[in-house]
């Protein structure tokens, strides 16, 4: 069997690198979970076996982030794509506006879908310097009638996160975490709302995790197509209908995996020093490597970075995949390079990726 050691040094940027204690865990339990004789795929989503799967996932998630009791947690389908609709389809009351920070292309798309269905406008945008920066707090206006803001915690495609959250008082602020959920501890009571899909930093796509305050359902509009409405999947604990099963339960390895690896402090902690050995080898390389991100803004899962010419790129590119390593490319509407740090991806293969980059300038620097 495959050892460890023998992984891809995986640096997509999603669908991406999951724990692999965890995928280990799924392979000897995929054709008898639980003494069942079946796999978890064949359970039914009314069994007591599934239920309590489904169940532990909301308790372990709950635990780790720390989300208060009252909260709602939700397993939907469609991806944080959906979300960017069904997010005004209920909050985006008429006669209200909803307020976007715009930080990169995931806020673009959580924007363009809420003006087909009702007004909005720019708190904030640093467009202007494609998007190498969070705005500052003082940047930010909100105007009368906000039904809701919304930003993006973690920007995926430029490569900037935002470390300290606005505090938006009685207007309900919402994250779209698809990137940088479960990277560190943040105070959920803040949030109206969080969502993200699964497969950065949660488990494999096909789940789409929802945080979301109850008093917000009191807000929601009434006239909403059934599978569209948070009450209806609050109400059936995500039971509505059948739910992504098998996602749900390697999301539930997956936050076992983290509780064993010390929580959100001690992966905080790990993130940090793996997104380090990379920074520093951008930061000392004396132009070599470019940064996209201004330094308070960079992000600890996507380091975006670029080389003096598209030539060099290329061939740093392709020596990095003769060298084994997976998914450097930048986005294709920002070129460059950009490696993908999520909570699975090892300190070893950070480290490797460093000497990597500091052996490529040494030979053409
Ligand atoms: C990947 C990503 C999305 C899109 O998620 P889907 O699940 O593919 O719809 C949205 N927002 C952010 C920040 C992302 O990184």
Redesign the pocket.
């Known amino acids: 069997m495959l050892k460890q050691a023998q992984r891809a040094y995986n640096f997509n940027a ?1 669908p991406s690198a999951l724990p692999f204690a965890v995928l280990e865990k799924a392979q000897q339990e995929l054709v008898n979970f639980q003494g069942t004789g079946m796999s978890v795929m064949e359970l039914s989503h009314r069994s007591a076996t599934y239920e309590q799967v489904h169940n532990e996932a909301i308790a372990s998630l709950k635990e780790l982030m720390n989300i208060p009791e009252d909260y709602h947690v939700l397993f939907l389908q469609g ?3 959906t979300q960017f609709a069904t997010i005004p389809m209920n909050f985006l009351a008429q006669g209200k506006k909803a307020g976007y920070i715009m930080t990169g292309s ?1 806020s673009e798309k959580a924007h363009k879908e809420a003006k087909m269905l009702g007004e909005t406008y720019v708190v904030a945008s640093t467009k202007e310097t494609n998007y190498n920066r969070i705005p500052a707090l003082d940047e930010l206006k909100y105007e009368d009638n906000t039904a809701y803001v919304h930003l ?1 915690s ?1 920007n ?1 495609i430029f490569g900037t996160e935002w470390f300290t959250f606005p505090d938006t008082g009685d207007l309900p602020l919402i994250a ?1 975490m ?2 940088d959920i479960l990277s560190h501890p943040i105070d959920v009571s803040k949030f109206a709302m969080i969502y993200a ?1 699964a ?2 930093n949660l488990g494999p ?1 096909g789940v ?1 995790v929802v945080i979301l305050r109850p008093d917000m359902l009191e807000r929601a509009n009434a006239n909403v197509p059934t599978m569209f409405r948070y009450d209806t999947h609050v109400k059936n604990n995500s039971l509505y209908n059948t739910p992504p099963t098998f996602g749900i339960y390697m999301l539930s390895l997956v936050l076992e995996w983290a509780k064993e690896q010390g929580g959100l402090e001690a992966l905080a902690k790990m993130n940090k020093e793996k997104a380090a050995l990379i920074y520093d080898v951008i930061d000392q390389s004396e132009g070599f490597y470019r940064g996209h991100a201004e330094k308070d803004s960079r992000s600890l899962m996507n380091i975006t970075f670029r080389l003096a010419s598209e030539e060099l790129e290329k061939k740093f590119l392709a020596e990095a995949k003769e060298a084994g390593f997976v998914g450097l490319n930048g986005h294709r509407s920002v070129g460059g390079c950009r490696a993908s740090i999520y909570n699975a991806v090892p300190y070893e293969s950070c480290k490797v990726l460093s000497e990597f980059m500091k052996d490529f300038m040494k030979k053409n620097g």
Request: glycine fraction near 18%; charged fraction near 10%.
């Open positions: 999603g991806g944080a794509s995931w993006t973690n995926t779209d698809s990137s899909g497969q950065k796509s789409t």
